[in-house]
């Protein structure tokens, strides 16, 4: 049973959802797995990851790899409508999430401290505050009002990708193909 839950889950997207429902920050489980916030976001984009490496994870946030795969996201249990959303609770949800000091988010929002706290008073962002707000998280207007929620019967939705997955792919890739380089060079200085 465990191989066949294992092929039908997104490991890397049931690690992230994990450590978003036991409250920790992507930041601090990086620093505790003993890496950076760019591994930790490599391991949560990948489909499968290597056992080993997985049952490290679960210890880390102790539960046994039964409950990893048997995980019912009891945060995010049923998907809340989009109109029903309070803007203002939500961006203080990824405030928290990503560890933002919110003196300083207000200062890149150009706004007061003040004009900030009353942003999260406030159920529905006008078009132009909502497209600041993402610009400023660097997320999408998507992700920001719930793309990532659960769909009907527990299947997960794939994520959509931020620029910044996208970049850290192309790098990855990037240093994949030099490291082939290195190779092939050495390989053919190897035959001359």
């Given amino acids: 049973m465990e191989s066949v839950s294992k092929n039908i889950i997104h490991e890397g997207a049931r690690l992230k959802q994990i450590v978003r429902d036991k409250g920790m920050k992507i930041l601090d ?9 760019q591994i930790a976001h490599y391991y949560f984009r990948k489909e499968a990851i290597k056992r080993s490496t997985l049952l490290e994870f679960c210890t880390m946030l102790g539960i046994s790899l039964d409950e990893f795969y048997g995980w019912t996201h009891p945060r995010r249990a049923l998907p809340q409508p989009a109109q029903e959303q309070h803007h203002g609770r939500r961006l203080d949800e990824m405030i928290e999430e990503k560890g933002l000091n919110k003196t300083r988010l207000a200062n890149r929002m150009a706004l007061s401290r003040r004009a900030l706290y009353n942003l999260l008073e406030k159920p529905v962002f006008t078009p132009d505050q909502l497209k600041k707000v993402c610009q400023v998280l660097e997320i999408s207007q998507k992700e920001f009002v719930g793309g990532n929620n659960v769909e009907d019967g527990g299947a997960e939705l794939v994520e959509t990708e931020s620029w910044k997955d996208k970049y850290y792919k192309l790098l990855e890739d990037y240093n994949l193909a030099l490291l082939e380089l290195a190779r092939l060079r050495e390989s053919a200085t190897a035959n001359s």
């Fill in 29 to 37: 489980f990086a620093r505790q797995a003993g890496f950076s916030n």
